[in-house]
C-alpha cells in the first residue's frame, strides 16, 4: 500500500490559479473531492458557506464530486458518520482560517484516523495556509514565536510552514523571523498561488519541489533561500 501525493500551499484553495495542482492531486485517482473547511468554523457559518461554495467551483471545475465534512468542533471530528463519509476519497483538502484550531480539533480523532487510512491507501492530501501549516509537526503562533505554539498533525513532522510567504515579507524583515527558527525543524516559507508538492516514495524522506506562481523558501536566522531543486523532507506514512 502506498500513500498519496501531498501539497503544503501557500494560498489559492479552490480558485482557478491553484487549479493545475488539484487536478494532479486528483490525477489517476477517485473524483471524490473531500473538503474541510473546519479550520474556518470559528469565523462562524457565513465563512464556511463561502469556503463550501469555493470548494463546490473547484469540483466542478476538475468534473470530481465535492464531499464536504462539515466538522466545525472537536465532537463533530469524533462523530463515524463524518469519518465514513471520507471513504474513497481521490483527494482531502484542509483549507484555510485557524491553524491551532485546526490541529486541535482534529488530532486523534476519527475524522483525523479516516483522512490518514485514505491518504496511506492512495488518496492525496493537501492543506491551504491553515491547512499547510496543521500538517506540520508544530504550529507555531507568530505573536510568541518562542512558545504558545501547538503540536501539528505530523504528517510532515521536521517542519513548520509560513503561507502567505512573498505577503508576509513585505512587512516583517528577516531579522524579525529569527525567534521562529529552531534547530528541531525547518522553517518553510510557502508563497501565495504556490504549492509545496510530493510524490510518494518508499523511503521516510520525500522530495517536495515547488509548484505554482512563486516561490517557496527555507528560512534560516541570518537569511532566506529559495527552494530551486528537489528537497527532502521526513514524511510520517
Not at 469565523?43 to 466542478?60: I, T, Y
Not at 482534529?106 to 495556509?129: D, H, M, N, P, Y
Not at 513532522?157 to 521562529?180: N, Q, S
Request: net charge neutral; proline share 6%; aromatic share 8%.
Amino acid at each position: 500500500m502506498t500513500a498519496g501525493r501531498i501539497a503544503l500551499v501557500g494560498s489559492g484553495e479552490y480558485l482557478p490559479v491553484m487549479g493545475e495542482v488539484e487536478a494532479w492531486l486528483l490525477e489517476g485517482r477517485p473524483q471524490r473531492f473531500v473538503q474541510l473547511a473546519t479550520a474556518a468554523a470559528p469565523e462562524g457559518a457565513s465563512s464556511l458557506k463561502r469556503w463550501h461554495d469555493l470548494g463546490a467551483a473547484s469540483a466542478a471545475r476538475l468534473g470530481a464530486e465535492q464531499v464536504v465534512i462539515d466538522v466545525r468542533m472537536r465532537a463533530d471530528a469524533d462523530d463515524p458518520s463524518w469519518a465514513e463519509k471520507i471513504k474513497g476519497a481521490g483527494l482531502i483538502y484542509l483549507s484555510g482560517g485557524n491553524p491551532s484550531y485546526l490541529a486541535r480539533t482534529l488530532a486523534g480523532t476519527k475524522v483525523w484516523s479516516a483522512i490518514e487510512r485514505e491518504w496511506r491507501a492512495g488518496a492525496s492530501l493537501a492543506g491551504c495556509s491553515a491547512g499547510a501549516m496543521a500538517l506540520a509537526g508544530y504550529v507555531p503562533d507568530f505573536r510568541h514565536p518562542r512558545s504558545g505554539g501547538v503540536d501539528g498533525l505530523g504528517v510532515v513532522p521536521g517542519i513548520r510552514v509560513l503561507p502567505h510567504f512573498d505577503r508576509y515579507t513585505k512587512w516583517m524583515p528577516d531579522f524579525a523571523m529569527r525567534p521562529l527558527v529552531t534547530e528541531v525543524a525547518q522553517i518553510i516559507g510557502i508563497d501565495e498561488d504556490t504549492a509545496f508538492v510530493a510524490e510518494p516514495s518508499s523511503a521516510p524522506e520525500w522530495a517536495f519541489s515547488a509548484r505554482g506562481r512563486q516561490s517557496v523558501w527555507r528560512v534560516e536566522a541570518d537569511r532566506r533561500y529559495r527552494v530551486n531543486s528537489p528537497m527532502s523532507l521526513q514524511v510520517n506514512c
